[in-house]
């Protein structure tokens, strides 16, 4: 092992900036609106300056950088790499499937199943029943509550509407209400499971955490801060 | 008088002082989660503040403003992740004393630092606003392009002790900056521009994403590394006081004084923005603090590093206000949205907003204030139960920031589902090449810094040089602008023969 | 036990779901529980997000639905009209368009307006040329004499080469034969900034603008076929009576409220119906009147016919300019 990860990133960036350089001087290059007497210096002069500083500083770096400060820090183990490679892979399943499935189920999956991996320490295949249980019963659960949810907002919008009592119509306020029915709901359900269950359930535990972090985040940036989470394949 | 009292009694009476302890509160949420930002929060409550008098809707606007620049160091200080880009600079010593089980102390001393730099910009408001306003026109587009170089160049030695690594990260940030369309010429400048000329790269890479791709995404996975530790921190020392004690912000005065009069200028340069003066005050404060036998030295997890740049950043939201009020101009683009709010009820800020509207100047004054010190009050009682999130074993923390972190990333443009898409790719991307930089000891933050002032740099070079008519001296030509370049040159030698000087 | 709940949770949820089933036949529009997004395509505080929020206030009234106001801002004014393109077209969406649209087209940057179908025409808000009070300059004939004299030497600022001021400042250069540095800034603010720190030395300027720099502002010309409506800046004369008898320059911004083409008829309809009735409420007209915006009221087909005009008005200009794509 000659190469530190320090003098390997610098072999990227040499590579990347004679890229970076080579792609600089393919850019197009149209005239500034007005600019007649080409007074502006162009498309390109920042890029290819740019490009040579950051090749003149990587080969610096590859070159010059003392080799004898290795870093002595440990080796990562196996199953953390493990570990870092399943949350890795589920985040970038997480970007490509949340518009088509939806915020509400790609958030409570995730949070279940790495919640579920990470406490593990050697996976088995033995586990994949009781994985994929807990995972329907998740998913089942956060679902229960979030339609729970649009069911009281959207009754509440049409009560509102046809009786004119404005604050029911209003949309904070039914957040506000649906917000406070849900949490009590959820508070509930994990007492009384903890009751019925009286040793520590490790089953429960990310089944509750993944429905109870779901719908924090549909509250506060979906309903207070009135981002549009996508809905995906739950259309209600 | 009879303004300042119409001022007064516009703001100090029950219901307004309900609305801005209101603001407040949901500005330190909005602050604390990443991708939310402070103008997005401002523009958010916009609707409501039609329905209220100027003052009150002011006063809410300034009180969610407020919040959400102080909430930003919440998550900075306790998990490494800046809220907003004016807490980066409060990451390095902040997450370092959370690693030592300080974390209440460093999030007690930010709150404090917020309240000074705040009140202490509100004074200079209050009290040198013409004067500053004149001084904040000096800068064209040279002297901008030149400010932008110092940004860049000061945290290329501030962040790390190898200057190449700084540079050469800065570099990396800068050429992300520049994909997508130029700002001037609609060239489009991103890779196989037929293929993706209509897709989100061709208006290029966003900053909160990226932000939050390598400050959060990539701590979130060194995070991991940890896992068999359970927690991310150590545990926390159990100590009777959170707030610095007097004498500690006393002997701190010079940091503290430098700091608000940075904050306030930056934040006074329309265009500018905090990120180049919470630096610019780290910087000035580890040489305070190099000189000094009193004070701890920076970078090394001490409260003098987290003072430094929340002085700073709260300062800069006086100074924003100060071109908004008296020029019409705003400073940032949080200011920008506030104005907007007495355009919208006929009020013009500026010359008529003196000469006509007086009283609005005070109530806005009054304001603030009040914000600043409903601010002190709630994370009064913030500091001592945010600490807690530390107790979360990393197994379960870490799915939780990472939903949040790509969420954050997707709000920021929340209604436009492709390119918020883009943006949550946008920020893994990045925060797994930040795992990867981080592991092999580059500095993160000139990454981020380049994102942030390279548009701001080409954009006024090309725009000086243009206005020079092609002449590329324009730069040394002019007072301020030669003075940033000597600057920036010093900033770059100054470490090396220091390094020299070491080595030999 | 667990199966039995489990069996519960399943039905419970299958009820809940064929009631949604149900409410989704009806079809109303609009549906009062979603929210109308307008896309304003510059970034809040901006001079064009100042014109549709109150008009966007007044709408709320009108309708059931929540409106709210989006601001997708960059690339000209292209990101936020992309966007909008890309959004089903179901009359929740509605784009705040005008004369940057029109520009933005021209110069390729979006498919724009030949995708979109007009609801509303709103107003326009003419232009003012100024100089800062300590140039030597005191009027329009000082300055065209000026920049004849030493072609180049004098800046003439513009808020971005994508929006009405870029091709406005275009279309007086042309029409004064070139003796301009023509320099684009980034937005109306930065211009301003520039204008009044005298890096730059002519700016077009929106009315409101100078409004607010009046005391450092000296306004030489108004580049619209009538004088300014607004008391302070009556006195500005317009490009005629400043002595150029036939120079057209399109001179101001436009704007208006658009759609995605192949929305459905009976939704336009009622879109425009809520735009009317805003657009003529107390508050918006007073809003208009006192910000000097000039009333252009056209709606749904008219629009279309007067995006033409525009268009004709501006492809000379961005022909000669380089711009047309």
């Keep these: 092992m000659g190469l530190s990860i ?81 949350n890795l ?7 490509f499937l949340f518009r088509r499935l939806g915020f509400i189920l790609c958030t409570t999956v995730f949070i279940y199943t790495l919640v579920y991996f990470n406490r593990i320490k050697n996976v088995q295949i033995k586990l994949l029943p009781e994985y994929l249980t807990g995972l329907t019963a998740g998913t089942i659960f956060t679902l229960l509550i979030y339609s729970l949810g649009r069911f009281i907002t959207r009754y509440l919008y049409s009560w509102g509407r046809s009786t004119d009592i404005s604050l029911f119509t209003n949309s904070n306020f039914s957040a506000g209400i649906t917000f406070f029915i849900l949490a009590a709901i959820f508070l509930i359900a994990v007492f009384l499971l903890k009751r019925w269950r009286k040793n520590k359930n490790h089953m429960l535990f990310p089944i509750f955490i993944a429905t109870g972090v779901t719908e924090i985040i549909y509250l506060v940036f979906g309903q207070i801060f009135m981002v549009s989470l996508a809905k995906g394949v739950i259309f209600w | 008088m009879a303004p300042l009292i119409e001022g007064f009694t516009q703001i100090f009476n029950t219901q307004t002082i309900l609305l801005v302890a209101m603001g407040e509160v949901l500005g330190i949420i909005l602050g604390s989660l990443p991708g939310l930002t402070a103008t997005m929060g401002i523009a958010l409550m916009l609707p409501i503040s039609f329905k209220l008098s100027q003052a009150a809707g002011m006063a809410l606007l300034l009180g969610v403003y407020c919040g959400a620049v102080s909430g930003a160091s919440i998550p900075a200080i306790l998990l490494g992740i800046p809220g907003n880009p004016n807490a980066i600079a409060t990451v390095y010593d902040g997450l370092a004393m959370t690693q030592k089980g300080l974390a209440g102390q460093a999030l007690g001393g930010a709150v404090i630092a917020s309240f000074l730099g705040g009140i202490g910009s509100l004074i200079l ?11 904040t026109l000096l800068f064209g587009p040279a002297e901008r392009a030149c400010l932008a170089l110092v940004g860049l160049t000061i945290i290329a030695s501030v962040s790390s002790r190898n200057l190449s690594r700084g540079i050469l990260m800065g570099a990396f940030g800068l050429t992300l900056s520049l994909l997508g369309t130029d700002p001037f010429s609609s060239s489009l400048r991103i890779p196989f521009p037929r293929l993706f000329a209509k897709t989100p790269l061709s208006s290029g890479i966003n900053l909160i994403p990226a932000l939050i791709g390598l400050f959060g995404i ?6 991991l590394e940890r896992i068999k530790e359970g927690m991310i921190a150590p545990k926390q020392v159990k100590m009777e006081r959170f707030f610095p004690s007097l004498g500690k912000i006393v002997r701190m005065w010079r940091i503290i004084l430098e700091s608000i009069g940075i904050g306030t200028m930056i934040g006074a340069i329309p265009g500018t923005g905090a990120s180049i003066a919470v630096f610019l005050s780290y910087e000035r404060a580890k040489k305070v603090t190099r000189r000094s036998k009193k004070l701890n030295q920076l970078g090394s997890g001490c409260l003098e590093g987290v003072v430094a740049p929340e002085v700073a950043n709260n300062a800069v939201t006086g100074g924003a206000l100060i071109p908004a009020l008296s020029l019409g101009i705003p400073g940032d683009s949080s200011t920008a949205v506030l104005l907007s709010a007495l355009l919208i009820k006929g009020v ?28 002190l009050t709630f994370q009064y009682f913030g500091v001592k139960w945010f600490p807690r999130v530390l107790s979360v074993p990393i197994a379960v923390l870490v799915p939780v920031i990472l939903v949040l972190s790509m969420i954050g990333s997707y709000a920021i443009q929340g ?22 930089l981080k592991k092999g000891d580059y500095p993160i933050a000139p990454i981020v810094l380049g994102i942030i002032l390279g548009g701001m740099f080409e954009e006024n070079f090309r725009r000086a040089v243009k206005l020079a008519e092609g002449n590329y001296l324009v730069f040394f030509t002019k007072p301020i602008s030669l003075a940033f370049i000597v600057l920036s040159l010093i900033s770059v030698v100054l470490p090396l023969l220091r390094q020299r000087r070491r080595g030999a | 036990m667990e199966k039995k709940s489990l069996f519960l949770l399943i039905f419970t949820l299958v009820f809940i779901l064929s009631n949604y089933a149900e409410g989704q036949k009806e079809e109303v529009w609009p549906d009062p529980e979603k929210s109308i997004t307008v896309v304003v395509p510059y970034s809040a505080g901006g001079g064009t997000d100042l014109i549709f929020r109150p008009l966007v206030e007044e709408m709320k009234k009108f309708t059931e639905a929540n409106i709210i106001v989006s601001n997708i801002s960059g690339a000209g004014s292209s990101k936020g009209t992309n966007e909008v393109l890309n959004l089903p077209a179901d009359g929740y969406t509605l784009l705040a368009s005008g004369t940057h649209t029109v520009s933005a087209t021209l110069q390729g940057l979006t ?66 034969g070139g003796v301009f540095n023509v320099t684009p800034f980034n937005g109306g603010k930065d211009l301003r900034v520039n204008v009044l720190g005298g890096h730059c030395d002519v700016g077009i300027f929106s009315q409101s603008e100078i409004l607010a720099n009046q005391d450092k502002l000296k306004p030489l010309v108004i580049l619209y076929n ?60 007073n809003f208009m009147k006192e910000n000097g915006l000039i009333l252009a009221y056209y709606e749904g087909k008219e629009l279309d016919e007067y995006f033409k005009k525009i268009e004709q008005a501006y492809i000379t200009i961005m022909r000669e300019a380089g711009l047309l794509r």
């Design chain 2, 415 to 436: 209604r436009a589902i492709l390119a918020a898409t883009f943006d949550m790719g946008v920020a893994l991307i990045l925060g797994v090449i930040g795992y990867f």
């Design chain 2, 348 to 375: 013009v800020p500026g010359y008529q907003l003196f000469s006509q509207n007086l009283y609005l100047v005070y109530a806005i004054f009054f304001a603030l204030f009040l914000s600043n010190v409903f601010m």
């Design chain 1, 6 to 86: 320090r003098r390997l990133i610098a072999l990227v960036f040499i590579a990347f900036s004679v890229f970076y350089i080579i792609f600089s001087f393919s850019i197009e290059s149209r005239r500034m609106i007005g600019d007649e007497k080409g007074w502006d210096p162009g498309s390109r002069a920042i890029p290819v300056g740019t490009g040579f500083i950051m090749l003149a500083s990587s080969l610096y770096i590859f070159t010059k950088e003392e080799r004898k400060r290795e870093e002595n820090k440990e080796k990562i183990k196996p199953e953390t790499k493990r570990v870092i490679l399943i």
């Design chain 3, 226 to 285: 009538e004088r300014s409506r607004l008391k302070d800046l009556n006195g500005v004369p317009t490009l005629k009576e400043a002595g150029f008898e036939n120079l057209d320059v399109p001179g101001g911004s436009f704007r208006s409220i658009s759609v995605k083409k192949g929305t459905p008829e009976h939704i336009k309809d009622k879109l425009i119906e809520i735009v009317r009735q805003a657009y003529n409420s107390q508050t918006y007209q």
């Design chain 1, 89 to 95: 892979l589920l985040s970038f399943l997480y970007v």
């Design chain 2, 125 to 135: 408001l209050m009290t040198f606003s013409p004067l500053i306003a004149r001084f």
């Design chain 2, 218 to 223: 990539s701590q979130a996975l060194l995070d």
């Design chain 3, 111 to 176: 498919d724009g307006y030949k995708e979109l179908e007009g609801i509303a025409g709103l107003n326009w808000d003419p232009f003012i040329v100024a100089v800062l009070k300590e140039k030597p300059w005191q009027n329009m004939q000082d300055l065209v004499s000026a920049a004849k004299k030493n072609p180049g030497t004098i800046s003439l600022g513009n808020a971005g080469m994508g929006g009405a001021t870029g091709v406005a400042s275009v279309g007086m250069n042309l029409a004064f």
